[in-house]
Nanobody, 123 residues
Framework: QVQLVESGGGLVQAGGSLRLSCAAS?????MGWFRQAPGKEREFVAG????????DYTESVKGRFTISRDNAKNTVYLQMNSLKPEDTAIYYC???????????????????WGQGTQVTVSS
């Protein structure tokens, strides 16, 4: 069983930055960040392979967000720069139960989820 705890969300003005953290207990493989805005489906934001060799991003955050991990701390990060009001959502960290080739981009491929952290970007 893997437990995930996110932190780092908050309220920021457009153009600002936030860094989200996801602390994991237990063994993790590839990791992902998802987000869900009110009235919308949960969407993939970014993912990273277990050894950081592969990263993937949804198109709308490329060049603005960076996913990274520190395996010694069993923690994954999401650095978010140039934030926009449309980035407002609850952000979730997720992990699959087993190793997968590549970085999964759909929620059904992830088995463990954190409780989420709210990110609000004001215009």
């Amino acid at each position: 069983q893997v437990q995930l705890v996110e932190s780092g969300g908050g309220l920021v003005q457009a153009g600002g930055s936030l860094r989200l953290s996801c602390a994991a207990s237990g063994r993790t493989f590839n990791m992902g960040w998802f987000r869900q805005a009110p009235g919308k489906e949960r969407e993939f934001v970014a993912g990273i392979a277990w050894n950081s060799a592969i990263t993937d991003y949804t198109e709308s955050v490329k060049g603005r967000f960076t996913i990274s991990r520190d395996n010694a701390k069993n923690t994954v990060y999401l650095q978010m720069n140039s934030l926009k009001p449309e980035d407002t959502a609850i952000y979730y960290c997720a992990a699959p139960r087993a190793y997968t080739i590549g970085v999964p981009t759909t929620a059904r491929n992830y088995d463990y989820w954190g409780q989420g952290t709210q990110v609000t970007v004001s215009s």
